[in-house]
């Protein structure tokens, strides 16, 4: 069994600055991609960054130039820093992994319970 496991939400001011943790446990052989995901109230879920195993980074335009993705293979965690932080990026972040608890399975994708992350004054 795996678990997904985020962390780092919270209030911040417009302007402002936090970081995200996502730390993956169980039965895990190896872990490809990884993401971070955000849906807002009334708005369908959508995609913020993914990040390869070998440290290939992708991230929605929305978020460009403001937002790092980055991972710690060691510890089997993903973070996401998010600075210049607006109100239009308040949602509930999730986090999924694409997991393998055993060679040559093909990766089963989890995910996170999520944390909010409000930017308001």
């Known amino acids: 069994q795996v678990q997904l496991v985020e962390s780092g939400g919270g209030l911040v001011q417009p302007g402002g600055s936090l970081r995200l943790s996502c730390a993956a446990s169980g039965s895990i052989f190896s872990i490809n991609n990884m993401g971070w995901y955000r849906q807002a109230p009334g708005k369908e879920r959508e995609l913020v960054a993914t990040?390869?195993?070998?440290?290939?980074?992708n991230s929605a335009d929305s978020v460009k130039g403001r937002f790092t993705i980055s991972r710690d293979g060691s510890k089997n965690t993903l973070y996401l820093q998010m600075d210049s932080l607006k109100p239009e990026d308040t949602a509930v972040y999730y986090c999924?992994?694409?997991?393998?608890?055993?060679?040559?399975?093909?990766?089963?994708?989890?995910w996170g319970q999520g944390t909010q992350v409000t930017v308001s004054s």
């Open positions: 990040i390869t195993s070998g440290g290939s980074t």
């Open positions: 999924n992994a694409e997991v393998k608890t055993r060679w040559g399975q093909r990766p089963i994708v989890h």
